[in-house]
T-cell receptor, first 116, second 117 residues
Framework: GNSVTQMEGPVTLSEEAFLTINCTYTATGYPSLFWYVQYPGEGLQLLLKATKADDKGSNKGFEATYRKETTSFHLEKGSVQVSDSAVYFCALSEDAGGTSYGKLTFGQGTILTVHP | EAQVTQNPRYLITVTGKKLTVTCSQNMNHEYMSWYRQDPGLGLRQIYYSMNVEVTDKGDVPEGYKVSRKEKRNFPLILESPSPNQTSLYFC????????????????FGEGSRLTVL
C-alpha cells in the first residue's frame, strides 16, 4: 500500500536559519503530494501541493519539488521565523480521478521549533 | 467564514460510556472524514463518507461508528469507549473531483481531545 516517511524530529532552529524537512513516499500509481501544517491548538491546513513529477509547490516562503526519480517531496524554507513553529505533515493522495477515491495518506509529522 | 466545527473540543470519560463527537461543515462539501492523531503515528483515517448515506471504513475503524444523514454533519460515535481510544480526533471535509474522490485539499476542524479512563 501507499506510505509516507518523514524525517525524524523534532527539529529546532534559530530564526533566519535554513529549513529542510525530508519526505519520501511509496505509491503504486502517480500520486499528488502535499504538505500540511498544524499550528499549536489548531487543525491541519494545506501549505502547498504538487500534482505531477517536477512540479514545485510554494506558499509563504516554503517550497517543495515533486521528485519522481527519488520518490521525494522535501520541504524547504530559506529563512524561518518564530511563527513557523508548528508540526508539518507530508501526505500523498492516490489519483483523485476515475474510480479511485483519492484517500490522503499522512506521514508521522515533524515538529519544528524556531527560537528567536 | 468557511469552517469545520467539532464538539466537544475536550472530553474525559470512562470506559464503556457511549459518546458522540459532532462534526459540521458549512462549505457544502460532499466528502467528509474522521482521523485520529497519535504521537509517532501521524494521522490515521477512521471512517470517511463520499456523500449523504454513503460511508466506508478507513484504516482504523474498530470501535467506531459514523452516520451521514445530512450533507453538513458527520458525527463519530464511540459505543463503548476503551482507553486505547484516547487520542486527538480530527474531522475533515473536501469537495470532490467530479464523481471521483476528494481533491486532496482537506479542511480540518480544530480537533477533539478525548481521554478514556
Amino acid at each position: 500500500g501507499n506510505s509516507v516517511t518523514q524525517m525524524e524530529g523534532p527539529v529546532t532552529l534559530s530564526e533566519e536559519a535554513f529549513l529542510t524537512i525530508n519526505c519520501t513516499y511509496t505509491a503504486t500509481g502517480y500520486p499528488s503530494l502535499f504538505w500540511y501544517v498544524q499550528y499549536p491548538g489548531e487543525g491541519l491546513q494545506l501549505l502547498l501541493k504538487a500534482t505531477k513529477a517536477d512540479d514545485k509547490g510554494s506558499n509563504k516562503g516554503f517550497e517543495a519539488t515533486y521528485r519522481k526519480e527519488t520518490t521525494s517531496f522535501h520541504l524547504e524554507k530559506g529563512s524561518v521565523q518564530v511563527s513557523d513553529s508548528a508540526v508539518y505533515f507530508c501526505a500523498l493522495s492516490e489519483d483523485a480521478g476515475g474510480t479511485s477515491y483519492g484517500k490522503l495518506t499522512f506521514g508521522q509529522g515533524t515538529i519544528l521549533t524556531v527560537h528567536p | 467564514e468557511a469552517q469545520v466545527t467539532q464538539n466537544p473540543r475536550y472530553l474525559i470519560t470512562v470506559t464503556g460510556k457511549k459518546l458522540t463527537v459532532t462534526c459540521s461543515q458549512n462549505m457544502n462539501h460532499e466528502y467528509m472524514s474522521w482521523y485520529r492523531q497519535d504521537p509517532g503515528l501521524g494521522l490515521r483515517q477512521i471512517y470517511y463518507s463520499m456523500n449523504v448515506e454513503v460511508t466506508d471504513k478507513g484504516d482504523v475503524p474498530e470501535g467506531y461508528k459514523v452516520s451521514r444523514k445530512e450533507k453538513r454533519n458527520f458525527p463519530l460515535i464511540l459505543e463503548s469507549p476503551s482507553p486505547n481510544q484516547t487520542s486527538l480526533y480530527f474531522c475533515a471535509s473536501s469537495s470532490r473531483v467530479g464523481d471521483g474522490g476528494p481533491t486532496g485539499e482537506l479542511f480540518f476542524g480544530e480537533g477533539s481531545r478525548l481521554t478514556v479512563l
